[in-house]
């Protein structure tokens, strides 16, 4: 009979599961919509799908396994800036294993099933704290339907794809406390941290929070008192095995704690000490939605509720929970003391939906007195009630309204009917159900991020690959060869290299090294297209091209100052002869001092004749006298206009616009007689709505300044210009977006770019086969004494050396790496080296040495 009853359970578990997993794999192909992927337009495409892919070729190319640096991203940048990504992620390195397999396809497919894994994990560590197979399948359905669940699965998939780790450990710590074993608990939290290091900060803190949780109700079931003592003992011992997981990460996390330190741009929010003590709880962003734990109001209800359990370890966990979900100073502390976001909270999902499960139970058994069962719902109703005006979403509000009301209904029904209460997981079915009306709302209305099937298999088409394989084979030169197309296809792209000798100046990472980034944007002053200040763009400034040596473009339409070579099915092939090397020697050099006494345009148009080094030779003085000859001031008079649609009315300092929707103007400029040249246009913007965008374009070359709200506010306030123009060209297209602003301090400058400079005197001719990883070798004959000028960022990691004899490298063109060099031919050595992979690495052996060290001594007590 026993046996019997345990095989119905066993097939009903099994029913559970499967239904669990279609229902997953169901949910997701219905959140993409019609005719999309299961991946999102701007971070999934140009970061969580690309970053794999190149890490991958990285490991193809050099068979190293922990690489050091990543050359062609972003100019040549340290590769932990990236590992954020997924560099040690268990679930990239899988697809390592799979090289005729596109990474992005496989990312997806990976998404799902990381996504089914947590569901189903969740509801068998569910089941396993003996709870029923409904109860238990019910509270995995809301984890499924959790804002940040399959929404995230799509867009950024660090927010939830370290979940199946996160919940196995829940079963470690059960483990643990049970039978004493620590190897669940020490494998999860590895492969927690190698999966998403960011949000495991959160995930440590709630399985901490579990943990004593565990050792409370392991003490008072056994009757023993809880001392300050054994408390603080057990406590390191537990503390130990987290500690050994983080330090068998530490291969990951030493160096990308590094890489860290070299950020810049990202502030953090000005908070008061008041701010981060008070608690609050913002409807919108702790409930449903999908950057934040995303459960209903049923969660506020349960947490409240625990307070009034009987057992006082129920009530450290509900407590527990409450506060580091409604105290600002936890969010703020697990988003680096950068900002207050509920994203950092995420990780508490599954502790969350253990406690759903615990109150259903208790519920059902009757073990909550019906004043604390009647009062939690009632304050929440009034609370939701009260913050009417602080949801944006009136729908939203409504429904949150009555997701309270229907708890509140169900739970006094329960009080008084036995049959309510037999089948008391309605009371979970309610919650699951709005849950799923609101995220997937949410994923429809956002259903323009997602990428189109048709505009992702053109992203990813192999034809644009062999045309990067043909410029690489074609030249022998050290070289950047770049993708350029609309906005959106530029974003879709700022990270996809086709080949391991591909290089780019673009980037997007929440990550970069902080001279590049400050040079783009404060001393040359490229052109910003996003809203977002983290997207480094490919430049359409023809200068910066130059300078970045960015020789071959690859793109579907014509290009000033570039000479079409060939046409090929993944894009035209452009090619400029006059871009510099990535490297080469000159002596043609103006010091940083003088270099920060020139203005708009000078300050580009320099480093096509001078490299600025540290103890350069001529004076701004006579680099402008020079420059003379290449460049002029020009008159750039926008058009008036009164229509009721546009208004554009001059005023002493430039232009007063009141823009009802975007709006073209034909703008005259001096014409282009002997030819091509280039047009540098320079001017202020003053946001007279400071919460909503504005974006000029000129040319086709756009400069956006985002909203003051914005997460990730781009300061883009002085919008700068240098676009090609072709021989006979005579007007340009000016494109002003909607909005109200005022244009002033505009300069305009007519131009072209002197071939003759004669500034890359000796050329770096490198070694295509030693130049991988984080080594580039070449040789260069030098016809004078001068400086080794490169293109690629500075960094304090570079090692070099000539002829074998290390040299000290120094900083030149502001922002680049650089050395003296003497005449003659020389053997060049270029080495990067990380920092702290080597303290990660012996941080690691450690922890691995520690866990051998444990099963031997485990082992010898058994006997």
């Excluded at 009630?385 to 009136?394: I, M, T």
Aim: with cysteine; glycine share 8%; charged share 20%.
């Amino acid at each position: 009979m026993i046996r019997s009853r345990s095989m119905k359970e066993r097939r009903k578990g099994l029913l559970w599961e499967m239904a669990l997993i279609l229902l997953t794999v169901a949910a997701c192909l219905y959140s993409t919509g019609a005719g999309n992927i299961f991946g999102a337009k701007v971070d999934w495409s140009s970061q969580h799908s690309v970053f794999p892919e190149y890490f991958r070729q990285q490991f193809y190319r050099t068979g190293q396994f922990f690489p050091e640096f990543a050359l062609n991203i972003g100019g040549g940048q340290n590769i932990y800036n990236f590992s954020y990504y997924g560099l040690f992620s268990p679930i990239v390195l899988i697809g390592y294993l799979l090289p005729n397999v596109k990474m992005s396809d496989y990312m997806m497919v990976a998404s799902i099933v990381c996504l089914a894994a947590a569901v189903i994990i969740l509801y068998r560590w569910l089941k396993s704290r003996e709870f029923t197979a409904a109860v238990s399948g019910m509270t995995a359905l809301m984890f499924l339907f959790a804002g940040p669940m399959i929404y995230q699965s799509s867009h950024q998939i660090m927010f939830v794809n370290y979940m199946p780790f996160l919940c196995l450990t829940f079963f470690g710590i059960d483990r643990y406390f049970e039978q004493k074993k620590s190897g669940l608990l020490i494998g999860g939290t590895f492969l927690m941290i190698m999966t998403s290091f960011y949000f495991s900060i959160g995930g440590i803190l709630a399985l901490g929070l579990y943990g004593i949780y565990r050792y409370a109700r392991t003490k008072e079931r056994a009757e023993e008192m809880i001392t300050v003592k054994g408390f603080l003992g057990d406590g390191l011992r537990f503390a130990g095995r987290i500690l050994t997981a983080i330090m068998l990460a530490g291969v990951l996390l030493v160096p990308t704690a590094m890489a860290l330190l070299g950020r810049s741009g990202s502030k953090g929010e000005k908070t008061d000490i008041w701010q981060l003590l008070t608690p609050q709880i913002n409807l919108e962003k702790f409930l449903y939605g999908a950057y934040g734990p995303g459960l209903s109001c049923l969660m506020l209800i349960i947490l409240l509720t625990g307070l009034f359990y009987k057992k006082a370890y129920e009530k450290i966990l509900s407590l527990g929970c409450l506060v580091v979900l409604t105290v600002p100073f936890f969010s703020y502390l697990l988003n680096g003391a950068l900002y207050i976001r509920p994203k950092s909270l995420i990780p508490f999902l599954p502790l969350l939906c253990y406690l759903t499960a615990k109150y259903l139970e208790k519920l059902k058994n009757q073990k909550i007195a019906r004043i604390w069962m009647l009062l939690p719902c009632l304050a929440i109703i009034i609370y939701i009630y009260l913050k009417k005006d602080d949801v944006k979403s009136e729908v939203l509000w409504k429904l949150l309204l009555l997701d309270a009301v229907i708890t509140l209904l169900i739970c006094v029904a329960q009080a008084y009917s036995a049959w309510i209460r037999k089948y008391l997981t309605v009371a979970v079915l309610g919650p699951v159900i709005l849950s799923l009306i609101v995220t997937g709302s949410y994923s429809w209305e956002r259903s323009g991020n997602l990428e189109s099937r048709k505009a992702y298999e053109e992203d990813t088409s192999r034809s644009i690959g062999k045309a990067v394989d043909k410029v690489i084979t074609s030249d022998s030169g050290f070289y950047r060869v770049e993708q350029v197309g609309n906005e959106e296809e530029n974003a879709e792209n700022l990270n996809r290299v086709w080949n391991s000798e591909q290089y780019i100046t673009s980037l997007y990472s929440s990550s970069y090294n902080a001279d590049y980034q400050n040079f783009r944007k404060n001393d040359f002053q490229v052109e910003q297209p996003y809203r977002n200040f983290l997207m480094q763009s490919v430049s359409q400034n023809p200068v910066f091209r130059q300078l970045m040596g960015v020789k071959y473009l690859i793109s579907s339409q014509n290009i000033p100052g570039y000479e079409k070579k060939w046409m090929t099915g993944g894009g035209d092939v452009y090619c400029d002869e006059n871009a510099a090397p990535i490297a080469y020697e000159t002596d043609q050099t103006m010091s940083e001092a003088e270099y920060d006494r020139l203005d708009f345009p000078y300050n580009q148009l320099i480093f096509t004749r001078y490299a600025v080094t540290k103890d350069g030779i001529v004076s701004a003085g006579q680099v402008k006298e020079k420059l003379a000859e290449d460049i002029e001031k020009c008159d750039f008079r926008i058009p008036e206009k009164n229509n009721g649609i546009s208004l554009v009315v001059p005023t002493e300092n430039g232009y007063q616009v009141k823009m009802k929707k975007e709006q073209g103007f034909e703008v005259a400029v001096p014409e282009q007689e002997e030819k091509d040249g280039v047009l540098f246009v320079q001017f202020r913007i003053e946001n007279k709505k400071p919460k909503e965008d504005i974006e000029i374009s000129l040319e086709g070359e756009r400069n956006k300044l985002s909203s003051i709200q914005h997460v990730y506010y781009n300061r883009n306030t002085v919008f700068t210009y240098a676009v090609g123009l072709e021989k006979g060209q005579k007007t340009v297209r000016l494109s002003l977006g909607k909005g109200e602003y005022t244009i002033k301090d505009m300069s305009a400058y007519n131009g072209v770019l002197n071939e003759g400079t004669g500034l890359y005197q000796s050329v770096f001719r490198v070694d295509k086969e030693q130049t991988k990883g984080n080594l580039i070798q070449g040789r260069i004959k030098s016809q004078k004494d001068g400086m080794f000028i490169t293109s690629i960022p500075f960094d304090k990691g570079f090692e070099m050396t000539i002829d074998g004899v290390k040299v000290k490298c120094e900083k030149v063109n502001k922002a680049f790496l650089g050395f003296h060099l003497e005449a003659g031919k020389h053997k060049i050595r270029i080495l990067y080296h990380a920092p702290g992979v080597t303290a990660g690495k012996i941080l690691t052996d450690l922890g691995v040495l520690i866990v051998i060290a444990g099963a031997v001594r485990k082992k010898k007590c058994a006997k």
